[in-house]
């Protein structure tokens, strides 16, 4: 690092976090660092505010396809994998669609070493809750995403019928919000009250399409990775009605071709 260099606090300009080197674009700051998966700096880069964020991680490939044979994996590259894990690092729960999970193949919240050390500082577990979003409550209750450091979230609506969640009940929490569909403004409410101001949400497009007619989401992280797909693969946000949505672009990262986006929503003209 040059030590003489000027910083205004906005940290790196070139962060090598793999063996290709992970350069930020935006914001720009004056000094340069070249430490090896730099995972503070990283962190800062993606750090949520102080009050708290819901905040949508997606990956999608140049001509929009958000995943090959149903899912995201064959279009994601090593420094996405990184950045993910990153990202679930710093949040308190990670919200998610039960479609999504079994169709990922989701498994429980788990405590990563290598980001161990964020977690402590900032008074977290040592792992994310993972909370599912199913409005019929049907889940099995021997898969892999419960029993995990963390126990998981079970969030639904009224109209779930007990017999689905009375053997849910015994792995994991239930909010039950909404009466015929999961109200989401609540549950993410419900989140936060019980101290989960750090929202990260891996979709599906259903969920983030709910999310967003509900105008919840706050922050959006988007990967654009350097492939074509073709096909007839689906959209990052399906189900909210059109309109437009301002996003400030607040961080930009390259690696290898590919584009590491992150937006925050502009409200009130801020």
């Given at each position: 690092m040059d030590t003489e260099s000027e910083s205004t606090g906005q940290d790196v300009a070139l962060i090598l976090c793999h063996h290709q080197g992970v350069h930020r674009l935006l914001p720009t700051p004056p000094l340069i660092m070249t430490a090896r998966r730099d995972i503070?700096?990283?962190?800062?880069?993606?750090?949520?505010?102080?009050?708290?964020?819901?905040?949508?991680?997606?990956?999608?490939?140049?001509?929009?396809?958000?995943s090959l044979d149903g899912r995201s994996q064959p279009i994601s590259g090593d420094s996405d994998w990184f950045l993910f894990g990153l990202q679930r690092a710093l949040a308190d729960v990670i919200v998610v669609?039960?479609?999504?999970?079994?169709?990922?193949g989701y498994g429980p919240g788990r405590a990563r070493p290598e980001f161990a050390a964020l977690r402590e500082r900032a008074g977290?577990?040592?792992?994310?809750?993972?909370?599912?979003?199913t409005a019929s409550g049907k889940l099995n209750p021997s898969a892999d995403y419960f029993g995990?450091?963390?126990?998981?979230?079970?969030?639904?609506?009224?109209?779930?019928?007990?017999?689905?969640?009375?053997?849910?009940?015994a792995v994991a929490e239930v909010i039950v919000s909404g009466d015929d569909k999961v109200d989401l403004a609540g549950a993410m409410a419900a989140l936060r009250e019980r101290?989960?101001?750090?929202?990260?949400?891996?979709?599906?497009p259903s969920l983030l399409g709910a999310l967003t007619a509900d105008d919840l989401i706050d922050e959006v992280a988007a990967t654009i990775s350097s492939i074509l797909v073709g096909g007839d693969a689906g959209r990052m946000v399906v189900?909210?009605?059109?309109?437009?949505?301002?996003?400030?672009?607040?961080?930009?990262?390259?690696?290898?071709?590919?584009?590491f986006t992150h937006y925050r929503r502009i409200r009130g003209g801020s």
């Open positions: 503070d700096v990283l962190a800062t880069h993606y750090a949520y505010p102080d009050v708290g964020a819901l905040r949508a991680n997606m990956v999608a490939s140049i001509d929009g396809a958000i669609g039960a479609g999504t999970a079994r169709a990922e977290q577990p040592a792992a994310p809750t993972l909370a599912l979003v995990g450091a963390s126990r998981a979230i079970v969030i639904t609506c009224g109209a779930a019928p007990a017999a689905h969640l009375d053997p849910i009940r101290g989960m101001r750090r929202i990260l949400t891996e979709g599906g189900g909210a009605p059109g309109a437009v949505r301002e996003l400030a672009l607040v961080g930009l990262l390259e690696d290898d071709g590919a584009l």
